[in-house]
Structures are given as C-alpha cells and as structure tokens.
C-alpha cells in the first residue's frame, strides 16, 4: 500500500513522464494489494462458512494463478 501512495504522489508532485510505467505499476502494486487481501480473505479458518469449498491451498492456488496473469498483462502494457 506504501508503494502505491508513494508512486501515486511521486506522479501527483513530480512527473508522470513515462506514463505507462506509471499506470503499470501502479495497477501491479493496487492488483497485488487485492489478491493478497482476498488470499487472506479465504484462508482465515473463520470464514469458513462463507468459501465452503475453497481450502486453503486452493486458495493459495488462486492467488499464485492471479498473480501470474497480472503480473504477465502488467509486463506486456510496460511494451
């Protein structure tokens, strides 16, 4: 979350020059914060009722998957 705002405010005071490579890291660094958040959404033993048929290493699973794919569609916009 940290590099994100800092990426954010460096864009904000400084200089977005390089656009993409503003857009790209900072959607890596929003995406990421978002899979981590329901990684551990899903591996907390007390909400259990909520992913019934979501175990832990499915969502671990999930979440290296996620990542793989953001972080492939991140790589491409950079060009």
């Known amino acids: 979350?940290?590099?994100?705002?800092?990426?954010?405010?460096y864009c904000i005071l400084?200089?977005?020059?390089?656009f993409n490579s503003f857009i790209a890291?900072?959607?890596s660094t929003v995406g990421?914060?978002?899979l981590a958040a329901s990684l551990r959404i899903q591996a907390n033993p007390?909400?259990?009722?909520i992913f019934p048929k979501v175990s832990p290493e499915r969502a671990?699973?999930?979440?290296l998957?996620?990542?793989v794919i953001l972080h492939f569609f991140v790589y491409n916009f950079l060009g």
């Open 1 to 9: 979350m940290i590099s994100g705002i800092t990426q954010f405010l």
């Open 14 to 18: 400084i200089t977005n020059f390089p």
């Open 25 to 27: 890291g900072f959607g």
């Open 32 to 34: 990421q914060f978002v």
């Open 46 to 49: 007390e909400n259990g009722k």
């Open 60 to 63: 671990f699973g999930d979440f």
């Open 65 to 67: 998957f996620g990542s």
